[in-house]
């Protein structure tokens, strides 16, 4: 009975909630344009940016930023390495290349008498 | 209004756009959340004027908290009307202090308070009763039963325990239905 009583009034008094809620006091145009002032007057400025370190950078770093960065650099190890080895392997193929080009040397300089009778004549001509 | 439609965007993430300089994200906040704060304070401090400075404040220190809100650990709402529960202890602590007898009287016992009632709405009746409550009741029953706040959550706001506040909210509904039954006649809750 008492039980019955309580979720009555509860009930009864959730009318009185509903009607407050319902009543809400609504801010004016005053009120809102000074929390908006307000808003903007505190507003963070750049706050999203995040400043630049301040350590100073190292000589392999800075090193790293003259020539622009890892991928240069990787580039630059390139070359170098190519460089090695064209310099330290064996120029057996220039062989080849001349080889190529240019006949051997054994049939390449044959000696060939194009005017074999001016010794003769020579001799002839001084005898 | 245009902003309505960054309802779906939490309190928490548009405090978050605000701190990055977004003003787009401080009216948003201030169009949702001004609402609720003034609601709050006003059925506190039953001032329109005081509870006008309140809600200024409170979403003062709001924008203040922006750059340094730790976002996770508690409700931008949560903070919000804790903010405003403290300035409002503090308004009531000074009323006290300067006028007693301003607060001694509950207005229910006013002259002509029967006239008044007559065209009074059941809020207004309301917010009469919960002005002869004690200030934790009142901020406990306000936040339950008018904000639809949670237990853990109004816990969270008042810095009690969740019994403290069930215990709370159950004395001030019982105050509120003592202090409402002798209006019943008038409001249109006749024994019928």
């Known amino acids: 009975m008492v039980m019955v009583d309580m979720h009555d009034k509860d009930q009864e008094l959730e009318l009185f909630f509903a009607a407050a809620r319902d009543d809400a006091p609504v801010p004016s145009d005053d009120l809102m344009a000074r929390v908006f002032a307000d808003s903007v007057e505190n507003m963070p400025s750049g706050a999203g940016i995040v400043p630049a370190p301040l350590v100073k950078d190292g000589v392999v770093t800075r090193f790293l930023k003259a020539i622009g960065g890892w991928p240069a650099l990787a580039g630059l190890a390139t070359a170098t390495m190519a460089g090695v080895w064209i310099g330290y392997s064996a120029p057996a193929g220039l062989a080849t290349v001349t080889g190529g080009v240019l006949a051997s040397s054994d049939t390449g300089y044959d000696i060939v008498d194009l005017i074999p009778s001016m010794d003769g004549f020579l001799m002839e001509g001084g005898a | ?192």
């Open chain 2, 1 to 192: 209004m245009a902003f309505d439609v960054q309802n779906e965007v939490s309190d928490e993430t548009l405090l978050v756009l605000y701190g990055n300089g977004d003003a787009a994200a401080s009216r948003a906040l201030t169009l949702r959340l001004t609402p609720r704060v003034l609601g709050y304070a006003s059925r506190i401090l039953n001032d329109p004027a005081e509870a006008e400075d309140v809600a200024q404040e409170a979403m003062l220190r709001l924008w203040r908290i922006a750059p340094e809100w730790r976002q996770g650990e508690a409700k931008v709402s949560t903070w919000l009307y804790r903010v405003v529960a403290n300035l409002c202890t503090d308004r009531l602590r000074k009323r006290r202090s300067v006028d007693i007898d301003s607060i001694a009287e509950p207005e229910d016992d006013a002259p002509g308070a029967e006239a008044q009632l007559q065209a009074a709405s059941r809020a207004k009746a309301l917010e009469e009763a919960l002005q002869t409550l004690p200030e934790r009741q009142r901020q406990a029953v306000v936040l339950r039963h008018i904000e639809g706040l949670g237990n853990p959550e109004i816990a969270e706001v008042l810095e009690i325990s969740v019994e403290a506040v069930e215990s709370l909210t159950a004395r001030g509904k019982r105050m509120l239905t003592a202090a409402l039954s002798g209006r019943r006649e008038e409001l249109g809750y006749g024994d019928g």
